[in-house]
Every structure is written in structure tokens, then in C-alpha cells.
């Protein structure tokens, strides 16, 4: 008996919630593109001053790293590797840019000969230390200079993502690490089909 008016009260709890008290709830859906990417000037691996505003037209995968990276980078630089060769030709609608978040090593001949591993579209890029923080806060990407070793030696830690970036410079979405290049293709497939 006392179970069957537990339930019944709480029946009742729930109905007098949903009739009543929900009624001032807001229900209305968030929608909005994220606040991802911005103007930048650096320099790439060529030694020549670009800008965002260059690669309009292009849909863009932007990766932060940095060339003594032992794993995440190249790994990531990789699978960007990979996915340009399944998108076959669509792989022209997109440039790769690969930004240092170590500018302080990473100088344009260290990033030319470093690129040269991977995919020749990829574009390396550089530049000072501030023209570095405000691009990677524009992107909202992390990354701090760890502690110098006694041979000077240190490690950046830093956001591993990769961003898709749409021909007018829209973020579409980004990718975690060691996402397959196959997934990767196919959402750069579905967004130049979209458009």
C-alpha cells in the first residue's frame, strides 16, 4: 500500500511539473556559428608574408605545432597527407597550413626542410612571438613553452586540433587527434559538396 501512494505522488510531482512549472522554461534552440579563426599575417616557408585574406576561395585545415614535436604533429601532419590523396581532386579546393607555436626555433628554413615530409601543398607558416599568440587565440588553440633543460632544450605543449575552415574563412569543424584520414576526407568531401 505505501508503495502504490509513493508512486502515485510522485506521478503527481511530475505532472504538476511538466502542466505548471516548466511553462516559464525557455525552449528556444542556441544556433550560431563559433567564434573560430580571424585575420593573420605571417610569414610561410617560402619566406614570403601572407595573409588569411590569401587563401579565400580555399577551404582551409589549420593545424598548430611545431617541428620538435615527437609525435602528435607529425601524426597529425600525416593524416592530412593521407586525406588529401583520398579526396583525390577535390584535394586542389584545399591548403593545409601548418602554424608554429614555436617561432623561437621554428624559422622558415627549419619549417621548409620540415614540411618537405609530407604533402607538397602543405604551407608551414611563422612569425613573431605575438603575431603567433594572436593567431592561436583566434583560434582558440592552446599552447605554453614548457621548462628549459640544461642543454636548453624544451618542449611546447599545445592543443592538438585540426581545423576545417570554409572558403570565406568560416570555421566548419574541427578534428581531434588521430582522427582517420578517411573521416577527415569525407567531411571536406560533404562541406565542397555543400557549397
Partial sequence: ???????????????????????????????????????????????ETVRDTDYRGSYLLVMFGFTNCPDVCPTELQLITEALGVLGPTAKKV?????????????????????????????ALTGSVEQIKAVAGAYKAYFAKGAIDKDGEYFMDHSPFIYLMGP????????????????????????????
Fill in 1 to 47: 500500500m505505501f508503495i502504490a501512494a509513493m508512486v502515485i505522488a510522485v506521478a503527481i510531482g511530475l505532472t504538476v511539473n511538466t502542466l505548471f512549472l516548466n511553462k516559464n522554461r525557455d525552449n528556444s534552440r542556441i544556433t550560431g556559428v563559433a567564434a573560430i579563426g580571424g585575420p593573420f599575417e605571417l610569414v610561410n616557408h617560402k619566406g
Fill in 95 to 123: 591548403q593545409p597550413l601548418m602554424i608554429t607555436m614555436d617561432p623561437e626555433r621554428d624559422t622558415v628554413e627549419v619549417l621548409a626542410d620540415y614540411v618537405s615530409n609530407f604533402h607538397p601543398s602543405i604551407m
Fill in 168 to 195: 570565406n574563412g568560416q570555421y566548419l569543424h574541427h578534428f581531434a587527434p588521430n582522427t582517420s584520414s578517411e573521416v577527415i576526407a569525407a567531411r571536406i568531401q560533404s562541406a565542397v559538396s555543400e557549397s
